[in-house]
C-alpha cells in the first residue's frame, strides 16, 4: 500500500532522511569509524569495551548496516557472536537485522513506490504483483534470499519496498529467514573472525547450504509427490 501522505510532506520526509543518512555516513567516514567495520578484530575489542551499551551498539551498527549499503553487516554479526554466545548473539543481530530491513522497506515504499507505479509500463506487472497469489510468491522470495549470505540483504529490502507486498508478510518472511542465518552466523563468531577470505568463503557457503537445504527438500518432496 502506498504512503498516504501528500507529495509534499513525502518529500520533505524524503529529504531529511537522506540528508541524515548522507551526514551520518560523512561523519563515520570523517572519524574513522567506518574502517572498524572491516576490522573484526578492532570491533570485537571495541565493542567489548562497551560494557552494558555493546549490545545496543551490535543492535544500531546492524541497522546502520542494512540502511547504509556500503556498510557491511557481516563482521557485525560475527562479533556478536563471538562476544555474546549464539543465543544473546543472535538476539541481538535479528532485532537489528529486522529493524534495518523494515526501515531500509519503509523508505523505498515511502520514496519510489509512487514513483514506479507511474510508469505505464510497470504498472501491469505492481498490479499483478499485489494479488494473494503474487503476495505469497514474494514472501516466499524475500524469505529465501535471506537464507543466502551472498545475497544483499539491504538490496533486497529497499526493493521489495518497491513492489506491493503488504508491510506485515515483508516483516515475517524477513524474521523467518534471517533467523537460522545470523544463528549459524552467530555460532561460528569466533571461527569467522579468526578465518582469511577463502576460509570465510567456505563457511559462508556452507551456511548457505544448510539454511537452504529446507526449501530443496520441499521442493524435491513436492515434485514427487
Known amino acids: 500500500m502506498a504512503s498516504k501522505l501528500g507529495v509534499k510532506p513525502?518529500?520533505?520526509?524524503?529529504?531529511?532522511?537522506?540528508?541524515?543518512?548522507?551526514?551520518?555516513?560523512?561523519?563515520l567516514m570523517e572519524t574513522g569509524a567506518l574502517s572498524i567495520f572491516s576490522d573484526k578484530s578492532a570491533l570485537r575489542e571495541w565493542v567489548g569495551q562497551l560494557g552494558f551499551w555493546g549490545p545496543l551498539a551490535i543492535i544500531a551498527m546492524m541497522i546502520a548496516a542494512i540502511v547504509m549499503s556500503p556498510i557491511p553487516?557481516?563482521?557485525i554479526a560475527m562479533v556478536a557472536g563471538a562476544t555474546y554466545g549464539p543465543v544473546w548473539?543472535?538476539?541481538?543481530?535479528?532485532?537489528?537485522?529486522?529493524?534495518?530491513?523494515?526501515?531500509a522497506f519503509g523508505i523505498a515504499r515511502l520514496l519510489g513506490y509512487e514513483v514506479i507505479h507511474r510508469w505505464s509500463r510497470i504498472r501491469p506487472m505492481l498490479?499483478?504483483?499485489?494479488?494473494?497469489?503474487?503476495?505469497?510468491?514474494?514472501?516466499l522470495v524475500v524469505f529465501a534470499s535471506r537464507l543466502v549470505p551472498?545475497?544483499?540483504f539491504d538490496?533486497?529490502?529497499?526493493?521489495?519496498g518497491l513492489t506491493p507486498l503488504a508491510f506485515w508478510r515483508f516483516l515475517i518472511a524477513t524474521l523467518a529467514g534471517v533467523v537460522p542465518t545470523a544463528y549459524l552466523i552467530v555460532m561460528f563468531g569466533d571461527v569467522l573472525i579468526t578465518a582469511d577470505s577463502r576460509g570465510l568463503t567456505v563457511v559462508l557457503?556452507?551456511?548457505?547450504?544448510?539454511?537452504?537445504?529446507?526449501?530443496?527438500?520441499?521442493?524435491i518432496w513436492t515434485r514427487h509427490a
Open 10 to 27: 513525502r518529500l520533505v520526509v524524503g529529504t531529511a532522511v537522506l540528508i541524515g543518512l548522507a551526514a551520518l555516513y560523512w561523519a
Open 127 to 139: 498490479d499483478w504483483l499485489g494479488k494473494e497469489r503474487s503476495q505469497t510468491g514474494l514472501m
Open 73 to 75: 553487516s557481516g563482521p
Open 150 to 152: 551472498f545475497i544483499s
Open 155 to 160: 538490496a533486497v529490502s529497499y526493493a521489495a
Open 89 to 103: 548473539g543472535t538476539a541481538y543481530v535479528v532485532i537489528g537485522a529486522e529493524a534495518g530491513a523494515l526501515l
Open 205 to 219: 557457503i556452507l551456511i548457505s547450504g544448510v539454511t537452504l537445504l529446507p526449501i530443496l527438500a520441499k521442493l
